[in-house]
């Protein structure tokens, strides 16, 4: 079946660093979607990316899906304390009715001043 | 705009005790969906419904019943509460389906003792 790997599972910063998190996919997708999940908190939607070797900023962070549409990246730049949190890639497959999205495991950042 | 809303926001249950956990959208999203989140397992479909009257299994429906009577309400019917089934849960919509992002409530923290 269809896995979508994320590494790392955790990564702790000081503020400033920057931050990278990837996402890996067993099966080619048609679009992968960024959540963040404050602690205690529910997902929130970031972003989605359509389009093989998309790339798209939001302020510090920056999101690429991959030309063969299997990848995926969200890098963020000068990390604060308010980036805190647990981030989870989605990786949807299309195919009719066995349409399928997979929820990566997530990767879980601290920042410490 | 209160978004999707879950209740209760925490509940412990005996085992072999029945609950319904309620989900109530109301922005119109035809799709709805529960998932149950657990420490190091990310986020795992248990049902969801692409419409009133409609729905459908996820990756793991044991345990558990839903049914969709209106476009707003998608409640979760756990029968008899084992243990396995301590988690969090969380209910999300969105307006096209799983390839659109999806909006989250605010979560359920169940405990079976």
């Known amino acids: 079946g269809q896995q979508v790997m994320q590494i790392p599972q955790y990564q702790h910063v000081q503020e400033g660093e920057d931050f990278t998190t990837y996402c890996n996919s067993s099966?080619?997708?048609?679009?992968i979607q960024w959540y963040k999940q404050r602690p205690g908190g529910h997902p929130v939607f970031l972003i989605q990316l359509v389009k093989s070797g998309e790339v798209k900023k939001q302020k510090r962070l920056t999101f690429q899906f991959g030309e063969a549409k299997k990848n995926s990246s969200l890098h963020i730049t000068a990390t604060q304390t308010t980036d805190v949190g647990t981030y989870f890639c989605a990786g949807f497959r299309s195919g009719g009715t066995a349409s399928k999205l997979t929820f990566g495991t997530g990767t879980r950042l601290q920042v410490t001043l | 705009n209160a978004g999707v809303t879950q209740t209760p926001k925490f509940q412990v249950l005996k085992t072999g005790q029945s609950m319904t956990l309620q989900c109530a959208q109301d922005?119109?999203?035809?799709?709805m969906s529960w998932y149950r989140q657990d420490p190091g397992m990310g986020l795992r479909l248990i049902h969801y419904?692409?419409?009133?009257?409609?729905?459908d299994q996820g990756e793991v429906p044991n345990g558990y019943n839903v049914s969709r009577s209106t476009t707003e309400d998608f409640p979760l019917r756990l029968l008899s509460a084992a243990p396995s089934q301590t988690s969090v849960y969380f209910c999300a919509s969105s307006p096209q389906g799983r390839h659109s992002p999806l909006h989250f409530g605010n979560g359920t923290r169940l405990t079976v003792t």
């Open positions: 099966t080619t997708l048609s679009n």
């Open positions: 419904s692409v419409g009133a009257g409609i729905t």
């Open positions: 922005m119109n999203h035809e799709y």
